[in-house]
């Protein structure tokens, strides 16, 4: 697996934030690649420790963490990547888009006000 340093965008609370961390590439079932994101939360405190976390470029979201880059990475390969996958294909539609498509327009939406701004 080969992983590249990058600066992303994800969705919080409180709007967008810039992560720098790295990508990689996710193979879908049907052969299809997926580029997901890697990278590192601090600490909050000396009781919590530090935390990599797996997110989905296309819509901002978190999608599972590790202890370690590939403890994370490994979980979403294998317990995750399939369930991502399923709402990639999913069949179910909110005005023409599946949840999915939904989520990556909105966040879509989201980058391009931040670029206005």
Same mark, same amino acid.
């Given at each position: 697996?080969t992983?590249? /340093?990058?600066?992303? #965008?994800?969705?919080?609370? !409180? ?11 996710a =193979?879908f ?6 580029e997901?994101?890697v990278?590192?939360? /601090?600490?909050?405190? #000396?009781?919590h420790?530090? !935390? ?8 901002g979201?978190a999608? =599972?963490?590790?202890?370690t880059r590939?403890?994370?990475v ?9 369930k991502l996958?399923r ?6 539609s909110?005005g023409?888009?599946?949840?999915y ?17």
């Amino acid at each position: 697996m080969t992983f590249r /340093k990058c600066k992303y #965008a994800i969705r919080t609370s !409180n709007g967008l934030q810039w992560r720098d961390g790295y990508t990689f590439e996710a =193979c879908f079932s049907t052969g299809l690649i997926h580029e997901m994101a890697v990278y590192k939360e /601090k600490a909050r405190d #000396a009781l919590h420790k530090d !935390n990599w976390i797996v997110g989905d470029i296309d819509t901002g979201l978190a999608v =599972c963490d590790g202890r370690t880059r590939k403890d994370a990475v490994r979980k979403f390969q294998d317990v995750y990547c399939s369930k991502l996958e399923r709402m990639v294909y999913d069949n179910n539609s909110i005005g023409g888009m599946n949840i999915y498509e939904k989520m990556c327009a909105d966040f879509a939406e989201m980058l391009e006000a931040a670029k206005e701004n």
